[in-house]
């Protein structure tokens, strides 16, 4: 599926993530997307795209977003601001919390849709 508004990519993302999608995640991101993780470190393009989200899919999360804030720039741009909470298991099995915030730069593409250029979480804590 598709985000066809803005705010549908956030929508999406929160539904592939927590039904283990990466496929589904991965086809809401630009072939040159970047993702910021809470640590600093980049990841470049779809296949490190990959690998960080196979890491959260791994720990098996439910991940809520709360929209805070759209803000486009004409008519194929926009940066999407949000809260998020994940509750997951760790590499030990227990469970863990965490949450931040999420701020991501959406590019509209020629067919309508709605892609991530850059992604980019902190993290408040586990």
Not at 10 to 35: K, R
Not at 83 to 106: C, Q, Y
């Amino acid at each position: 599926m598709s985000a066809h508004t803005p705010e549908a990519c956030e929508e999406l993302f929160a539904q592939y993530l927590n039904t283990g999608n990466v496929d589904g995640l991965l086809a809401l991101y630009e072939p040159q997307a970047s993702h910021v993780r809470s640590d600093g470190r980049v990841a470049h393009g779809k296949d490190a795209i990959r690998l960080v989200r196979d890491e959260f899919v791994a720990m098996q999360p439910t991940l809520h977003v709360r929209m805070k804030k759209t803000v486009q720039a004409g008519d194929d741009l926009a940066v999407l601001y949000d809260d998020w909470t994940l509750t997951a298991k760790g590499s030990d099995a227990k469970p863990i919390e965490m949450n931040g915030k999420g701020r991501h730069v959406i590019r509209r593409q020629r067919d309508g849709t709605w892609m991530f250029v850059v992604t980019g979480v902190t993290n408040a804590g586990f």
